[in-house]
């Protein structure tokens, strides 16, 4: 492969593409309705993050948002975090971004619909291409939302999801959304213990869970997870089964206990409740909620505690994802669009987003290695996909594989090109160009769960530079902060954001008095969002991501707390104590390293290292599986006992020890010799 270096200049849009993007319609658009008019992307993305309160209504009035009760202003208040975020109230408040406003997401995607073409387009591993149609979306849709409606679902009620990414969990998510209720899922790979540490901070009125799932060939039955899920989650009211490992054929549940505290629970068959998907006496309704209502939960996780779970809103997600779907992305009815992702991936919610521009989204859910490496490049051909979406992950798995897309198989349709999870290599970019397609836009994009988008993304107006980000997203006012709080260029800084967006999390669940929420962005640079990455902004503009700057655990995207890992490792007997650290860093592979301290006498041998890796596999899910497991006599800890995993990570990425450890801040300074060491093994040999 040729070799390239970072800031090559891989692609460059035509003239042609530049006046047929969307961007370039909107920047028109703001001349003849605004006065503004903008030569290049730089000035267009100052204004945005300067003039926040003009920039988000254009965007308003731009994709003609309907909304049954008209918004009294923009914005109450620009403070960072927002009052109404740490107030400790989990309902919608009616003020923050555009109070008074009353509309539905759903009712946002059904706007879009047309029988030009489908909805959905559905790969199963191992199974033929399905599509649904926007007619058989919205009967599906309107059926379940009746359904729920029985049920006794309202506005504010929880709504859950164990399944993996097929059609009903989009039919289920649009019906719950339609309804004013809150959404939440989980993939069925991950382990009971996972589910239950999120699901059960929201007390869930309903349950959509399927019986089983298929992956790299081998069936896993998950009915056993289901009678777990329904002893753990006292709320419960209704079970809905979703029979996808076993087709149509009833689904078994194990028996609960007569004394359980869920035995009242009232179990549904998913085919009986769609029973009449052609009946249209029944309309779909959409409840009008305020813009800042709770439209769903994603689970972002810290060092220490229970999964946070983070509440976005109806109306600054569909905002949020118009943007960045049809201005960033360059989106727009007739493209097939497609992400690799699960339902425990924030990408799942922003594919779902691709309805609201009229595209056709595209679902595979499966192992992209089964029959062979090439099978989602196979899915693109058979589907005519027209943008490609994956992990930085995935991208170098086909790297290693030796794959040829571009001369394998017919992309022809294919035109664009998306990256995320993880930074892409120099190397990464380089293959996308020679092995997919040399005239193909790469998107790479980097965000978070936190606001279920990207900071900084692509742009149908500028090149692809290798090993770079195109550009700072509109109204995303991001910055590379040195330790003083300074901006700086061409440094590397922590990722901050000094304005607000409206899909920031409109609160954690069950965080009285907004504590949670506080620390995890504002504690350094009070005022100021710290995402958590380190970043360096270029002088043209252009980013390049770095990693994790702090101790959360990334993996192909899906991002987990230590803490999670220390209750399934710790809980063996043979380990007293452990320390787990995720080194992703200037694009190279990912390396987790799991540190253990053992009972007096025990020794790491395969047969423990099994277990060790089946419990996490059990529990969690078989992604949080470590590189390596080491033994070690000592955790390193602070005076006060908490463990020092940043200063080790950074330890073992190359920082100096006295740097970043301070041993009068320790209880056992001389801990911190050993990693110091084992960098310099790893420095030595890699």
């Given amino acids: 492969m040729t070799t390239v270096s970072e800031g090559t200049i891989l692609w460059e849009p035509s003239d ?56 009294s202003q923009v914005l109450t208040d620009r403070a960072m975090p927002p009052a109404s975020s740490v107030s400790g109230d989990s309902g919608a408040h009616d003020s923050g971004w555009f109070p008074g406003a009353r509309l539905n997401y759903a009712e946002q995607v059904f706007r879009k619909a047309t029988e030009a073409q489908p909805a959905l387009i559905f790969q199963q591993e191992g199974h033929e291409l399905q599509e649904v149609s926007w007619g058989e979306l919205r009967s599906q849709v309107t059926e379940l939302a009746a359904a729920l409606r029985a049920m006794g679902v309202r506005t504010g009620d929880r709504v859950v999801a164990y399944a993996p990414n ?171 669009f497609f992400w690799f992702t699960t339902t425990g991936w924030m990408m799942w919610n922003l594919l779902i987003g691709g309805l609201l521009v009229g595209c056709t989204v595209l679902l595979y859910d499966g192992s992209p290695a089964q029959p062979d490496l090439g099978a989602l490049w196979s899915f693109a051909e058979r589907s005519g996909m027209t943008f490609f979406g994956a992990s930085a992950a995935y991208v170098a798995s086909c790297m290693k594989g030796g794959l040829t897309p571009g001369a394998t198989y017919d992309l022809s349709r294919l035109t664009d090109m998306g990256s995320t999870g993880s930074p892409l290599s120099v190397e990464g970019f380089g293959w996308v160009y020679e092995q997919v397609k040399p005239d193909l836009w790469l998107a790479s994009v980097s965000g978070g769960t936190d606001v279920c988008t990207a900071f900084v993304g692509g742009c149908p107006l500028l090149p692809v530079r290798a090993g770079e980000i195109q550009c700072r997203c509109l109204g995303c006012a991001v910055h590379a902060f040195d330790e003083q709080g300074t901006p700086v260029i061409d440094q590397v800084g922590e990722l901050v954001l000094t304005e607000p967006m409206p899909s920031m999390p409109l609160f954690f669940w069950n965080d009285s008095g907004g504590k949670r929420y506080r620390e995890s962005y504002f504690e350094q640079y009070p005022g100021v969002w710290r995402h958590g990455d380190w970043v360096k902004i270029t002088r043209n503009g252009s980013v390049v991501i770095y990693g994790r700057s702090d101790a959360t655990i990334n993996r192909q995207g899906i991002r987990m707390g230590t803490s999670e890992i220390y209750r399934v490792v710790e809980d063996i007997p043979e380990i007293l104590d452990s ?108």
């Avoid at 920039?55 to 309907?66: A, G, H, K, N, V």
């Avoid at 549940?253 to 249209?280: C, F, G, Y």
């Avoid at 006992?641 to 970043?660: D, F, H, Q, T, W």
């Fill in 16 to 71: 042609a593409r530049k006046e047929q993007s969307a961007l370039k319609a909107y920047m028109g658009w703001l001349a003849n309705e605004y006065g503004h008019t903008f030569t290049n992307y730089d000035a267009l993305w100052a204004w945005s993050v300067a003039s926040i309160e003009e920039f988000w209504e254009s965007l308003w009035r731009y994709f003609d948002l309907r909304a049954s009760v008209p918004y």
């Fill in 166 to 336: 097929i059609p009903q969990a989009i039919v289920a998510f649009l019906a719950s959304a339609s309804l004013g209720a809150i959404w939440s899922s989980c993939s069925p790979d991950m382990g009971a213990a996972s589910v239950v540490d999120r699901f059960r901070q929201i007390a869930p009125k309903v349950l959509f869970a399927v019986d089983g799932y298929t992956y790299n060939g081998k069936p896993f039955d998950r009915s056993a997870v289901i009678a777990e899920l329904q002893q753990a989650l006292p709320t419960l009211e209704h079970l809905i089964l979703i029979p996808y490992l076993n087709g149509d054929s009833p689904v078994a549940t194990h028996a609960q206990p007569e004394d359980t505290a869920n035995s009242a629970i009232v179990t549904h068959h998913w085919p009986t409740l769609l029973a009449h998907p052609d009946d249209t006496t029944t309309a779909l309704e959409f409840t009008q909620v305020p813009f800042e209502q709770p439209l769903w939960v994603l689970y972002s996780s810290g060092t220490t505690g229970l999964p946070k779970p983070i509440v976005q809103g109806h109306g600054g997600i569909i905002l949020e994802h118009l943007k960045s779907l049809a201005l960033h992305l360059d989106l727009r009815p007739g493209d097939r």
């Fill in 579 to 686: 320390l787990v650290v995720d080194l992703e860093y200037l694009g190279r592979p990912s390396y987790m390293p799991l540190f253990v301290v053992l009972l007096p006498g025990v020794e790491l041998d395969d047969a423990l290292k099994a277990r060790i890796n089946a419990r996490i596999r059990a529990a969690l899910s078989a992604r949080y599986i470590p590189s390596d497991i080491h033994t070690i006599a000592e955790i390193p800890r602070t005076l006060s006992g908490k463990k020092l995993e940043l200063p080790v990570k950074r330890i073992l990425l190359g920082e100096s020890a006295a740097k970043v450890a301070n041993p009068d801040s320790m209880s056992n300074p001389q801990s911190i010799a050993w990693f110091v060491a084992f960098a310099a093994e790893r420095d030595a040999t890699s």
